[in-house]
Every structure is written in C-alpha cells, then in structure tokens.
C-alpha cells in the first residue's frame, strides 16, 4: 500500500536508529537507569500505532472511496487548526474546571485540587 501513512515509518526508522546509534557508542548506559527502555517501550508503542493507523487508513479507503488527497487535505486542515503549517498538534493550556489553577499539557487531572481535565475530543487524552 502506498501511501500517506507508510511515511509515518520515516519517523519509526529514525527512533529506532537513534536508540541503535546510541547503543554502538555506548550512550544508552550513559542514560539514567530505565531510559534505554522507556525509548524501546514508547517505539513499539508507535509501531502498533502506525499499523493500527495503515489498516484504519485501508479499510476507509475500501469502503468509502476516499483517496489519498483527501487524507491529505484533512492532515493539512487539522495541522492549520493552531495556525501552523509544522505537522504538529500544538496543545494549549488549560484552566482546572475546579480550583482555577494551571493545568500541565501532560497530566489528566489538576495537580493542585486532583479535578480531572475534561476532555473534548476522543484523542485529546492520548
């Protein structure tokens, strides 16, 4: 299958690469005791999802017709939607519902008061 998602194994290639090439020359035990491991973890993460994404992205195709410009008219739509053109999602910083306070881009929950961040889309909490 050619197509816009088989790029996605460029990024894949280059963090396999990077954790390969910092083995050669001994970097990794460099690393903080568990990092080597967490790169590992988080690229067969990213494996299953690029498969995941290919077959999702294949199974449309069948049943609906749609064609690899309309993927990429999407991507770009979505892309521009924090008025960037960098294949980015750029996430924006949140207000705690409860107490008021700040909400890290990387946590779920407020770290002050524990109020769980709401959500507004299915991916949002990925």
Not at 46 to 63: F, G, P, T, V, Y
Not at 92 to 121: A, D, P, Y
């Amino acid at each position: 299958m050619n197509s816009m998602l088989d790029g996605m194994n460029v990024h894949r290639t280059s963090l396999s690469e990077a954790v390969e090439a910092g083995r050669a020359i001994g970097r990794t035990e460099a690393l903080p005791a568990g990092v080597a491991r967490e790169i590992e973890m988080l690229a067969e993460r990213l494996d299953k999802l690029i498969l995941i994404n290919m077959a999702l992205w294949s199974l449309i195709q069948e049943k609906t017709g749609l064609t690899e410009e309309d993927l990429a008219g999407r991507i770009q739509e979505i892309d521009l939607k924090d008025g960037v053109a960098d294949a980015k999602i750029t996430r924006t910083v949140k207000q705690c519902g409860n107490c008021g306070r700040t909400i890290s881009k990387r946590h779920n929950k407020c770290l002050f008061c524990g109020s769980q961040v709401l959500t507004e889309t299915a991916l949002e909490g990925i």
